[in-house]
Structure formats: C-alpha cells, structure tokens
C-alpha cells in the first residue's frame, strides 16, 4: 500500500557533523512537509514543498538547516552543523494535489546529536 | 497567525468509557479540521477529519464534532479499548490554508 517513507529511521552523530535525512512521499503527492518532533515543543512545521518548490520555510533555522526536493520522489532535510538541541524526531508527510487535502505522515528519524 | 490549544494533556480512562479531547482555534477562516493519532515510534496517523461545512463527523467508535461560532473542535472516542490508548493531535490550517498547525497533543491511557 501506499506511504511515505523515511531514512534512516535513527541517526546518531556528533555534534558539528553533518546530518542528511531523506523522504520519499507517496507516488502522486505534489506536497511535503517537513516537521520536527520534541517533548517541549510537541510538532513544529519545518518547511514544506508544492510542486517541488520551496512555499514556506520559516519554521527552519536557516543558518544551518537547508530542504530541497531534486526530485519529485525525494526531499531532503539536511543540518549542518548539528547540535545537540537539534536532538528529535523528524517526520515528512505528503499531500496530494488539493493544498487542504490529507497528510500522511512517514515513520520518521530518530537523531540524536551528542 | 493560527494558534491551537488543545486539552486535556493526559486523560485516563477505563475501558469502555468514552474519552473526550478538546481543541480551540483561532483563525476563523480554518476550514479543516484534522485528528491524528500517534502510537509510540510510528508517525501520526489520520484517523477522522471534518471540515467547515458540517458540524460532525462519525466513523465507528469515534465521531468529531465543530462549533464554528464558538472556534472549538472535539474529539469523541466511545467504547475505549486498550489499542486506543496513544498520543491524539488536533490540527488547523493556518492563514495561509497551506499548511496545518498542531495541538500540543493528549496522552490517552486506556486501562483494562
């Protein structure tokens, strides 16, 4: 069946290292989103894509995270350098053509940054 | 911009009552108005969703109902059963209608 994918489902690093996570959003979805998961914070909307294009990512803190999406069946998120406060779960999800239609969320990847 | 709260933040029930969750919005443009639900280590999952032009929604054991006058939308799980027991996130559109912003979450423990 269909669903969103991610890798690596856990990533632990040092700090400074950079870190690479990848999505695969369900085949057809021209929408993805990017999200951070913590305790404190609960899920925080990072960035998110129609049609490949970036249309929002000031949820991102610019100075060390970057998304893109090369192509239509992967995005990336990309931190670097890594900090321990970047230590969290990271979902994507997608969302087929219609802006306010469902998101289905991946398993997302675990990072701890040391 | 949009602003979701969401309460309570942990509910305890036995099983076979029913639990109720609640959420606040604060854009009166939203129109869509999602439930997920998010077991330990997986992603949230869909599982009911309404939009403006309703005022609720059931699907089995759970229904949503909205007060578009009053910005509030609620979660209804009846008969609860111990697989219920899992982190529910509402969620609203933001101003935009672009993309969807999250309650804080509630923590539902079901006991048998």
């Known amino acids: 069946d269909a669903r969103v994918t991610q890798t690596p489902r856990h990533k632990v690093t040092e700090m400074g290292q950079e870190v690479t996570m990848r999505c695969q959003p369900i085949?057809?979805?021209?929408?993805v989103f990017w999200y951070r998961q913590t305790m404190m914070q609960g899920l925080e909307l990072l960035a998110y894509?129609?049609?490949?294009?970036?249309?929002?990512d000031s949820g991102m803190p610019k100075d060390r995270f970057s998304a893109e999406m090369p192509d239509a069946t992967l995005a990336t998120l990309k931190i670097q350098p890594s900090e321990p406060r970047d230590s969290a779960v990271y979902f994507c999800a997608s969302a087929a053509a219609s802006g306010r239609s469902e998101q289905y969320f991946g398993p997302g990847t675990r990072l701890t940054v040391t | 911009g949009e602003n979701v709260e969401q309460h309570p933040s942990t509910l305890s029930v036995q099983e076979g009552d029913s639990a109720v969750i609640k959420c606040t919005y604060s854009d009166s443009a939203s129109n869509y108005f999602p439930w997920y639900k998010q077991e330990l280590g997986k992603g949230p999952q869909l599982i009911i969703d309404?939009?403006?032009?309703?005022g609720e929604k059931k699907d089995q054991r759970i229904a949503v109902t909205l007060n578009k006058t009053a910005k509030h939308f609620s979660l209804h799980i009846t008969e609860t059963q111990p697989e219920d027991s899992a982190v529910y996130f509402c969620?609203?559109?933001?101003?935009?209608?672009?993309?969807?912003?999250f309650g804080k979450g509630t923590t539902l423990s079901v006991s048998s």
């Open positions: 085949l057809g979805h021209n929408t």
């Open positions: 309404i939009r403006s032009n309703v």
């Open positions: 969620a609203a559109f933001n101003q935009a209608g672009t993309a969807l912003i």
């Open positions: 894509f129609r049609n490949r294009a970036p249309l929002d």
